[in-house]
Nanobody, 121 residues
Framework: QVQLVESGGGLVQAGGSLRLSCAAS????????MGWFRQAPGKERERIAA????????YYADSVKGRFTISRDNAKNTAYLEMNSLKPEDTATYFC??????????????WGQGTQVTVSS
């Protein structure tokens, strides 16, 4: 069982940066592939980044590639999403999720409650 808590969202101007954190409970965090998703009002949830539990591979959606970076610190049981060059279209609720031993597509069994990111133009 893993509980995930996101933080770091907020209001930022276009071109700015934010770093989201996802703090996980449990002792086996290192065995979880971590993913970041987002959902804007009226749109479907979108998988935007994932980091394999081995650290050997990452996934980025085309919409964020080159601007966002996913990372993790297993000693702190925390995953991060560094977001640079933010655009108004990045405005959404951002969720982290965990897939035990899974690859970047999941299945993601555990989800955080989400953190709001708003990018003003």
């Amino acid at each position: 069982q893993v509980q995930l808590v996101e933080s770091g969202g907020g209001l930022v101007q276009a071109g700015g940066s934010l770093r989201l954190s996802c703090a996980a409970s449990g002792r086996t965090f290192s065995r979880y592939t971590m993913g970041w998703f987002r959902q804007a009002p009226g749109k479907e949830r979108e998988r935007i980044a994932a980091l394999h539990w081995t650290g050997g591979s990452t996934y980025y959606a085309d919409s964020v590639k080159g601007r966002f970076t996913i990372s993790r610190d297993n000693a702190k049981n925390t995953a991060y999403l560094e977001m640079n060059s933010l655009k108004p279209e990045d405005t959404a609720t951002y969720f982290c999720a965990a897939a035990y031993g899974g690859n970047s597509v999941g299945p993601y069994n555990y989800w955080g409650q989400g953190t709001q990111v708003t990018v003003s133009s």
